[in-house]
């Protein structure tokens, strides 16, 4: 199995970007799909979810209103997009593909994404 991720780099204040993750070697459409983020210092966030099953989709509170999360079970992938991005959005971002029953879980390698001022 691999996911990875893509699409970081470095932007200004209020700028966007949109990540990627591609996963292979897993039945992607049975994941729930995570954006979490890890900055320098801190523990890691949730980002973003959006379930195998159903449309509800959950957005951590400091990003709500401004990131996007979506998915295409046709590519396999899943995509953050980041609007109006802000230095505090600073950080690596990981994809993670979860499955309850059986319990399974994966992990991409992450992208950096930097947002200055």
């Known amino acids: 199995v691999q996911l990875v991720e893509s699409g970081g780099g470095l932007v200004q204040l209020g700028e966007s970007l949109r990540l990627s993750c591609a996963a292979s070697?897993?039945?992607?459409?049975?994941?729930?799909m995570t954006w979490y983020r890890q900055a320098p210092g801190k523990e890691r966030e949730l980002v973003a979810v959006?379930?195998?099953?159903?449309?509800?989709?959950v957005y951590g509170d400091s990003v709500k209103g401004r990131f996007t999360i979506s998915r295409d079970n046709a590519k396999n992938t899943t995509y953050l997009q980041m609007n109006s991005l802000v230095p505090e959005d600073t950080a690596i971002y990981f994809c993670?593909?979860?499955?309850?029953?059986?319990?399974?879980?994966?992990w991409g390698q992450g992208t950096q994404v930097t947002v200055s001022s």
């Open positions: 070697g897993l039945a992607f459409s049975r994941y729930d």
């Open positions: 993670n593909a979860r499955r309850i029953f059986p319990h399974v879980e994966y």
């Open positions: 959006t379930p195998s099953v159903g449309s509800s989709r």
